[in-house]
T-cell receptor, first 114, second 113 residues
Framework: GAGVSQSPSNKVTEKGKDVELRCDPI?????LYWYRQSLGQGLEFLIY????????KSGLPSDRFSAERTGGSVSTLTIQRTQQEDSAVYLC????????????FGPGTRLLVL | DQQVKQNSPSLSVQEGRISILNCDYT??????FLWYKKYPAEGPTFLIS?????DKNEDGRFTVFLNKSAKHLSLHIVPSQPGDSAVYFC????????????FGTGTLLAVQP
């Protein structure tokens, strides 16, 4: 079956511009996660959605970052007024539900802020 | 503060031999541990996991060992194959409703034919 998909696969933007990254989770998966991987670093948790519950935003690095999940499926991560330190690979994962369930990752969006 | 540490950035082994990847953690609240494999330009792929109530979990060529007293886990791959060459990430979770994963920085494994 189809895995987690993300778009765009690559994004180059200028400092100060806003960007939107999209994630389509595996069908039927109620839990959705965003992570990012900066150069030479491990994956860093950003935000978690589970069903209709309030999202866990504890990993968002600043108020320039926001995310939403419409209809319990597709999610969009928005970065406003991008900075060069936002350059990273942004990865989305989904799982059947929260708790100890395996998270399946998409291929990521490589963001470069010039 | 790095809660999950992979101190070896790279490892090279011969095909057919054992690969041992190590991971240390500092948070005693972690109760679920996972290993992911990542190829370039792809997302991480789940390999194997272990709950803190166990000290070993085996799946084919992959075995994960957990030493809670030492806050250490390791992934053994035997026999190693060239297709195993990838970056391996250790991850840990406190479980609970969110299950957000805390990742190490990864170890690049190169299996030489």
């Amino acid at each position: 079956g189809a895995g987690v998909s993300q778009s765009p696969s690559n994004k180059v933007t200028e400092k100060g511009k806003d960007v939107e990254l999209r994630c389509d989770p595996i069908s039927g998966h109620t839990a959705l996660y965003w992570y990012r991987q900066s150069l030479g670093q491990g994956l860093e948790f950003l935000i978690y959605f589970q069903g209709n519950s309030a999202p866990d935003k504890s990993g968002l690095p600043s108020d320039r970052f926001s995310a939403e999940r419409t209809g319990g499926s597709v999610s969009t991560l928005t970065i406003q007024r991008t900075q060069q330190e936002d350059s990273a690979v942004y990865l989305c994962a989904s799982s059947l539900e929260g708790g100890m369930k395996t998270q399946y990752f998409g291929p990521g969006t490589r963001l470069l802020v010039l | 503060d790095q809660q999950v540490k992979q101190n070896s950035p790279s490892l090279s082994v011969q095909e057919g031999r054992i690969s041992i990847l190590n991971c240390d953690y500092t948070n005693s609240m972690f109760d679920y541990f996972l290993w992911y494999k990542k190829y370039p330009a792809e997302g991480p792929t789940f390999l194997i996991s272990i709950s803190s109530i166990k000290d070993k979990n085996e799946d084919g060529r992959f075995t994960v060992f957990l030493n809670k007293s030492a806050k250490h886990l390791s992934l053994h791959i035997v026999p190693s194959q060239p297709g195993d060459s990838a970056v391996y990430f250790c991850a840990a979770s406190e479980g609970g409703a969110t299950n957000k994963l805390i990742f190490g920085t990864g170890t690049l494994l190169a299996v030489q034919p």
